[in-house]
């Protein structure tokens, strides 16, 4: 069955919607990938927030053109799917490197993250990069160990102070006592 007019109107506006809204995405080559992988690689994506989008390449340089995407256009040849990374260029990269280490595919064509075009190979570098919240972990651990170390040295001074008090203490008592 082919798309009316307005389908396709339609599939552009909704695609040139969801790119202004993602500032990192991804574009694929998925050939070779049978219906159970794609399956699994959109049911992987989709658990952390990623959308993966097969549409035509004619319809997709629309909605790049809409959505005022540069650089891109000339990635948009044989079978293409687009990844809708979001926020997290990381997490998208990681999964996609790794789907494609245990299958072989999908081949990762380029990318745009923050405005700036990407190569496979840079995508491929982002996936060992840590992800979001581990660099906000290690940040936060980071921040809390210089307070700890003072609060440790502050607890160690106390310790002193009291300990310098009790000593002074039994001295006196020692004496008064004589």
Do not use: C, W
Request: proline share 4%; hydrophobic share 50%.
């Amino acid at each position: 069955m082919k798309a009316t007019k307005a389908q396709k109107q339609e599939t552009v506006t909704s695609l040139a919607g969801r790119l202004s809204r993602s500032p990192t995405l991804y574009l694929t080559d998925f050939t070779g990938l049978n219906v159970a992988k794609a399956t699994e690689l959109r049911r992987r994506l989709r658990a952390a927030g990623i959308e993966y989008v097969v549409v035509k390449n004619t319809l997709a340089r629309r909605a790049f053109d809409a959505a005022a995407v540069p650089g891109l256009l000339a990635h948009l040849a044989g079978p293409t799917a687009v990844v809708l990374a979001g926020e997290d260029p990381v997490a998208a990269a990681k999964l996609l490197t790794e789907f494609a280490r245990e299958n072989e595919k999908p081949a990762i064509k380029a990318g745009l993250v923050e405005g700036k075009e990407v190569s496979a190979d840079q995508v491929k570098r982002l996936a060992l990069l840590p992800s979001r919240m581990e660099l906000l972990a290690q940040m936060g651990g980071a921040l809390q160990a210089p307070m700890a170390g003072f609060l440790g040295a502050m607890q160690g001074l106390l310790q002193m102070t009291v300990g310098a008090l009790e000593a002074l203490k039994t001295k006196r008592a020692a004496g008064a006592a004589s």
